[in-house]
């Protein structure tokens, strides 16, 4: 069976669905052909931004050359077995991970009890199955190759934290964690932050912050001032999932609310970041499919909870 794996709701939603099934396709038994593929689906018609789609090739009708001809993939990793330019003819293509389908597959891996998704609290404090899916995942991640366009702008983003000592904090929006979100709830998600940083601050250099939302940035230097380290990007000055959303959370502006090249811009920047907290020495986070990533490409890396779904 030929699967094309489609970008999900957000990039490592889609990129660990990506992992999931180049590691179910690995099985014989399981008879799978996997192909990866993202594009800008603010600007697609009919796009839904639900984790869950099934389509067969031939309800694409005519349609299917005009959708897979741009695949934004192809601008940060090279060609390999998964990240084709030639799609099969005949194909079912899914925005869904392989637990969500598991019925269709024959040997579903015990390395992915949590699913392989990375908005699951439990899965942090199952320290053995986190370690056999942290594993499992970056072997996965390992198949892939940058482009010498990507990979320039990866060093230079390292110059960032080259020879310190980093400690990284992870913060998405409130809103990532609940939905409607009271200011204090915000403001617990924060303080808890702070609190986790000032216990370990001492033994790094820096603070290397991840997060996409100005005012987290601005509060941090606020209380740690100079030790706060972050990358150079245009961030969004209100608490929201990303710069294509609306205060409804997972909703989307009305369409075309990205053009092709911010969603690209969004998207490069989104793994840029994953990829620089990787290369921390400790990091900080919530359950979030980009935490999990940023555990996967460095499963030795050490890490702390500061947040969960309950407020504590």
Known sequence: MNIISGNCAGTFSGFLSFLAWMKVAEDPSNDLNVFLHT??????????????KWIHSTQFENEWKDILSVNMLHKLFKDNKHLTRDFPTEF???????????????????????????????????????????NALKEQWDKFEFTDYFN????????????????CLMMRSA??????????????????????????????????????????IDKFVEV??????????????EEREWKGADETHFQVLPEPSMSDEDY?????????????????????????????????????????????????
């Open 152 to 167: 320039q702008r990866v060093k230079e983003e390292e110059n960032l934290i080259e020879g310190k000592k980093v400690l």
């Open 39 to 52: 594009r800008n689906k603010t600007a697609w018609p009919g796009a839904s931004y639900s984790n869950y």
């Open 175 to 216: 809103s990532h964690y609940l939905w409607p979100f009271p200011k204090e709830f915000s403001d617990n998600m924060v303080n808890k932050a702070i609190q986790c940083v000032k216990e370990r601050i001492d033994d790094y250099d820096v603070l290397l912050l991840t997060t996409c939302i100005q005012p987290y």
């Open 224 to 237: 740690f001032g100079d030790k706060c380290v972050y990358t150079e990007r245009k961030r969004i000055n």
């Open 92 to 134: 079912d293509y899914v925005e869904t991970y392989p637990v969500d389908v598991r019925h269709r597959v024959n040997n579903y891996p015990n390395c992915f009890k949590y699913e392989a998704r990375g908005g699951l609290n439990d899965q942090y404090y199952d320290l053995e199955n986190l370690n056999l899916t942290r």
């Open 264 to 312: 690209s811009s969004e998207y490069e920047d989104c793994i840029l970041d994953v990829l620089l907290s990787s290369k921390s020495d400790m990091i900080l986070g919530a359950s979030s499919n980009m935490f999990l990533a940023c555990l996967c490409m460095n499963p030795s890396l050490p890490f702390d909870i500061y947040f969960n779904h309950h407020g504590y």
